[in-house]
């Protein structure tokens, strides 16, 4: 791997992306006369950016839900999530989703995958009733690796009404982590949604974040062919062809809803 290329990637001014990030939830906040903003706070390194993004200037002005399934959620990640709501002092609730997946579980066919969708569709149904009762509005935790290669949940993580860092690769959002302050556990544990039980992103992918993000940014930011990109990466060809078809196959999840290409008569 061609680290010239990670360190190109990670070398960016995160004081000023992150006094962006801020403008930029201000302003969404006054455009749709919202009252604040909602997200779902999981443990893990996006989510927690997020909420120290927002104690800087809308800690009164923030709430962050903790939403493990216990049957299958790590106690650690639990605890991490309580641990960031201390260090940054943003208000929270704290809902186990698994009487929730139990209840419609009990009505539907058995299927692991389709459970861990399900997962995060409820939770993202409970970010809404509370940014509805509150007039808030929902985070969304994407960052620019997993949104090109649709590493999520359509209309469940992939669900929400502004996404503050989806310009911002995996890699960089470790980075401005540590200009953020972000418990240094937090930046170096594994990624992992936690849709079913040991479920960790890279091993899920195949591929590590080093790698998604040199392809990535070689392909769009770069221009550059598989050829090209894997000479400059020396990443293997085969996992460069595969982050092209995720990204490929997983444009539906990044449009709206398709309709027919119907005239008025």
């Given at each position: 791997?061609?680290?010239?290329?990670?360190n190109e990637i990670k070398n960016k001014d995160y004081?000023?992306?992150?006094?962006?990030?801020?403008?930029?939830?201000?302003?969404?906040?006054?455009?749709?006369?919202?009252?604040?903003?909602?997200?779902?706070?999981?443990?893990?390194?996006?989510?927690?950016?997020?909420?120290?993004?927002?104690?800087?200037?809308?800690?009164?002005n923030t709430l962050a839900i903790i939403m493990p399934d216990t049957e299958i959620t790590?106690?650690?990640?639990?605890?991490?999530?309580?641990?960031?709501?201390?260090?940054?002092?943003?208000?929270?609730?704290?809902?186990?989703?698994?009487?929730?997946?139990?209840?419609?579980?009990?009505?539907?066919?058995?299927?692991?995958?389709?459970?861990?969708?399900?997962?995060?569709?409820?939770?993202?149904?409970?970010?809404?009733?509370?940014?509805?009762?509150?007039?808030?509005?929902?985070?969304?935790?994407?960052?620019?690796?997993?949104?090109?290669?649709?590493?999520?949940?359509?209309?469940?993580?992939?669900?929400?009404?502004?996404?503050?860092?989806?310009?911002?690769?995996?890699?960089?959002?470790?980075?401005?982590?540590?200009?953020?302050?972000?418990?240094?556990?937090?930046?170096?544990?594994?990624?992992?949604?936690?849709?079913?039980?040991?479920?960790?992103?890279?091993?899920?992918?195949?591929?590590?974040?080093?790698?998604?993000?040199?392809?990535?940014?070689?392909?769009?930011?770069?221009?550059?062919?598989?050829?090209?990109?894997?000479?400059?990466?020396?990443?293997?060809?085969?996992?460069?062809?595969?982050?092209?078809?995720?990204?490929?196959?997983?444009?539906?999840?990044?449009?709206?809803?398709?309709?027919?290409?119907?005239?008025?008569?």
């Open positions: 791997m061609n680290q010239d290329i990670i004081e000023k992306i992150t006094e962006k990030i801020e403008t930029f939830l201000s302003d969404e906040i006054k455009k749709t006369k919202s009252k604040g903003v909602i997200l779902g706070l999981s443990g893990g390194i996006d989510s927690a950016v997020l909420a120290y993004i927002c104690k800087r200037k809308l800690k009164e790590p106690k650690s990640e639990t605890e991490d999530a309580l641990k960031m709501i201390s260090l940054t002092g943003v208000d929270y609730k704290l809902v186990d989703i698994n009487p929730i997946v139990k209840e419609y579980s009990m009505y539907l066919e058995p299927d692991e995958k389709s459970k861990g969708n399900l997962r995060a569709r409820v939770r993202t149904n409970i970010l809404y009733y509370y940014a509805n009762l509150k007039n808030y509005l929902v985070l969304g935790s994407s960052d620019k690796s997993e949104y090109n290669i649709g590493y999520f949940t359509k209309y469940g993580d992939g669900a929400s009404d502004i996404t503050p860092i989806i310009s911002l690769y995996k890699l960089q959002v470790r980075e401005i982590a540590k200009y953020l302050q972000v418990p240094e556990n937090v930046i170096s544990k594994k990624s992992s949604p936690h849709l079913w039980k040991d479920h960790e992103a890279e091993d899920e992918i195949g591929i590590t974040y080093e790698e998604i993000d040199s392809i990535l940014y070689c392909m769009f930011e770069k221009k550059l062919s598989i050829e090209e990109i894997q000479k400059i990466t020396l990443i293997e060809k085969s996992k460069i062809e595969k982050i092209l078809e995720l990204n490929t196959n997983s444009e539906h999840k990044r449009l709206l809803a398709q309709k027919p290409g119907i005239e008025e008569s």
